[in-house]
């Protein structure tokens, strides 16, 4: 078939329908010649014509085709030399996505075609291969981008008001009764009534998704029939997954997506994403050629600087995006300026996010993009949140990324599960992750608010599983059970599994409330990882990448006890939204947080006020000797709410209710004395991680309360007349 092709113009990259025809943009600095290809028929099977992209401007291909519409299936074929030793792989047998793809048709079928050299040749990848990949490879797709938004805007909830709650846009809603078939595992699910009204119940303001940008599932997955369910392997960083689409993937999409953003937003809820930019789908030397390999392999990637044939690796995966070239650098925040200007996101999570600082001379705040991001006056205002590390040397730079940036905190994770697995020489530790770790984020202008809190995530064991297995159990996974974290590192229970033993249930079931309490009454930003207010179980599997089955999909099904947790939950997720002592815009600096740390003495000058007090369980406050003495177990931590640092829409000091929170990580029952005060009469129980609170209980100043073994209490004081 002839096409009339015309020169069209460089910016922007991709395919660019302007009601009239379709201009595509391609970079690549290395190739001698590409071709644009389009297709038709079913799934994109018959090649319709393929168009020499002649002009060039910029190191920027260009063609203007006036008689393609929205829904064209395309891909490109890139010539040039094929030298892997110098970093060049151009292979025009092989189809290649458009990296600026707005919408992705069709997964890869795997076969032999779809690596760029001849898989089993003795010279491994320094062959060639000349069979064509276009039958096993996913088509580009042309897009309408119109779409009514109407009056949406962006929820815009602030950081102190955040509370994150990380989920799979298939998993949650794959098994739920309620939703209607054809919408279970879509985008269209996560914003079904019967989704909306949960996440309005539970509290939450804003869904952190794993990653939706189109990701290749690796073949040696689908060659033992499973799948890369989590995403975390983008091919696309334009193109919402089509495999969560109820309604099509010929751009419908896109249009089911931003569907989703503004029902989402209707209901106050912001949308985060989890974004992969440190590397690709492709692999390592080895991998396939499916888009950036075959455009230009040298730009794209960090090659190795001995040998250009391998890559460099930060990211565990085989490549790492070169950050240092000016149009990968381009190319991210394109992508970044796609999804908040014309799909309304409201943040990003960036995945492995040392990488995206790394520079020649290694890690740096003032890295390239995020200097790019902070003077990127469009960006502003947005979520940006750090993985604060990578697997490469000097990869691990929890409190070190720019001011804008918050992090999770990944020795919040640790340190609370040590503390409450009863290990000695915790309480200091915790002292700070209660008060948003300002030892880690107390300097260079940063807030509590830098501090993302968690105690689980997507990677690792659910809450549940965390205090119901000693080891893991990932047979399924296909790898012998080598694979995820070796060890539990959280309470161990001596039985795994599920049982029926009433002490062990009760103990699991204070556990469980014990995190999920002290995580929402931290300073900081808690992140819930969906299901563990319900207790999802993924049956000791703590490393599910590849399942996607009833392993990681939620069960709705729920009984007494997980209903009962997700009350909880919620009255602790309230408690926190009214009670601005629970999260506070400032660190407690004008007093020691922890008298065991010189640093923090000194920054305090040794300044006492009624702020914040810690004490043990005969009701008197801590003293040096006991920070350091790593026989201290049980805490209690009072904040004072008579004046808080901040201030409401009319310049006037904010007040609040004082609270006691206190903490036996023991296997023994203690006694707690309430601490005394001419100013408190007494204090009113609010929360006990034993059970539900069935009736009033009011304890005065200088009486005791009982802390069963490992549980928690919350108390507000009541004030003296």
């Avoid at 393929?50 to 920027?60: I, M, S």
């Avoid at 250009?308 to 990211?315: E, V």
């Avoid at 914040?612 to 004072?640: F, K």
């Avoid at 829409?649 to 206190?662: K, R, S, Y």
Wanted: net charge negative; proline share 5%; aromatic share 12%.
């Amino acid at each position: 078939m002839t096409m009339r092709a015309w020169p069209g113009s460089p910016y922007p990259l991709g395919a660019t329908w302007d009601g009239s025809g379709v201009n595509f943009a391609l970079f690549s600095e290395g190739a001698s010649g590409v071709e644009l290809c389009l297709y038709d028929g079913p799934q994109g099977s018959r090649e319709l014509a393929r168009v020499p992209v002649l002009e060039q401007t910029d190191q920027v291909w260009h063609v203007y085709l006036p008689e393609v519409r929205p829904g064209q299936r395309y891909g490109y074929r890139v010539s040039g030399p094929y030298r892997p030793r110098e970093g060049k792989r151009f292979n025009p047998a092989k189809l290649l996505l458009d990296p600026y793809a707005k919408a992705v048709d069709g997964t890869i079928r795997w076969s032999d075609a779809m690596f760029g050299y001849r898989v089993g040749h003795p010279d491994a990848d320094l062959s060639i291969d000349r069979r064509d990949s276009a039958a096993g490879v996913p088509k580009s797709v042309v897009i309408d981008s119109a779409f009514t938004w109407g009056d949406d805007r962006p929820p815009r909830v602030s950081w102190k008001n955040t509370v994150i709650y990380e989920v799979h846009t298939k998993g949650f809603t794959a098994r739920h009764p309620d939703v209607p078939k054809l919408l279970r595992g879509t985008y269209a699910g996560l914003a079904s009534q019967p989704a909306l009204e949960y996440f309005r119940h539970l509290g939450i303001t804003a869904l952190e998704l794993l990653p939706i940008h189109h990701f290749v599932s690796d073949k040696h997955l689908v060659d033992k029939g499973l799948t890369n369910y989590w995403g975390y392997n983008s091919i696309g960083f334009f193109a919402p997954d089509a495999r969560y689409s109820s309604s099509g993937a010929l751009g419908q999409q896109v249009t089911e997506f931003k569907t989703t953003v503004k029902t989402l937003h209707e209901a106050g809820i912001e949308v985060i994403l989890d974004v992969v930019y440190n590397h690709t789908g492709e692999g390592n030397q080895l991998g396939p050629t499916l888009c950036f390999r075959g455009l230009d392999n040298a730009a794209y990637y960090r090659l190795g600087p001995d040998d250009r044939r391998f890559y460099m690796d930060y990211t565990g995966t085989g490549n790492t995006l070169n950050m240092t070239h000016p149009r990968t650098l381009q190319l991210i925040m394109d992508s970044l300026r796609y999804w908040i200007l014309e799909m309304h996101v409201d943040g990003f999570r960036f995945d492995l996010a040392t990488v995206l600082g790394r520079t020649r001379g290694g890690f740096s705040a003032e890295a390239p993009l995020f200097a790019a991001i902070q003077a990127d006056p469009r960006l502003a205002g947005l979520k940006l949140i750090a993985e604060p590390w990578d697997v490469g040397e000097g990869g691990y730079q929890v409190g070190n990324f720019p001011v804008l940036w918050a992090e999770w905190n990944g020795v919040y994770r640790d340190e609370v599960r040590a503390f409450w697995k009863g290990d000695e020489g915790q309480a200091g530790a915790m002292a700070y992750r209660l008060t948003g770790s300002s030892d880690l984020y107390g300097r260079g202008g940063r807030s509590p608010f830098a501090s993302i809190n968690f105690v689980t995530a997507h990677d690792g064991f659910t809450l549940n599983d965390l205090v119901s297995y000693n080891e893991k159990h990932n047979q399924a996974n296909g790898e012998d059970n080598r694979d995820g974290e070796s060890h539990n590192q959280s309470w161990n229970c001596g039985v795994e599994g599920p049982t029926d033993d009433p002490e062990i249930v009760a103990l699991r079931e204070r556990q469980r409330r014990n995190f999920l309490a002290t995580l929402l009454l931290s300073q900081g930003v808690p992140m819930i990882c969906g299901g563990d207010e319900i207790s999802r179980s993924q049956g000791g599997n703590n490393n599910a990448y590849c399942q996607d089955t009833e392993i990681s999909w939620y069960n709705w099904t729920l009984d007494e006890r997980q209903r009962a947790l997700l009350e909880f939950t919620r009255e602790l997720i309230r408690m926190r939204k009214e009670h601005p002592n629970l999260r506070r815009r400032k660190f407690f600096q004008d007093r020691p947080i922890n008298p065991a740390h010189k640093q923090q003495r000194e920054i305090a000058g040794g300044k006492k006020v009624e702020d914040i007090d810690w004490y043990r369980p005969d009701g008197e406050e801590m003293t040096e000797e006991e920070w350091n003495a790593g026989w201290v177990r049980c805490l209690g931590l009072q904040l004072s709410g008579k004046t808080l640092d901040t201030l409401d829409e009319f310049g006037q000091q904010i007040t609040d209710d004082t609270f006691l929170f206190m903490m036996n990580p023991h296997h023994e029952s203690i006694d707690f004395y309430m601490p005394k005060s001419d100013d408190i009469a007494g204090w009113e129980l609010l929360i006990d991680s034993r059970g539900e609170n069935s009736e009033e209980i009011r304890v005065g100043t200088g009486e005791s309360y009982e802390l069963v073994p490992y549980s928690a209490a919350l108390f507000r004081a009541l004030e003296s007349d």
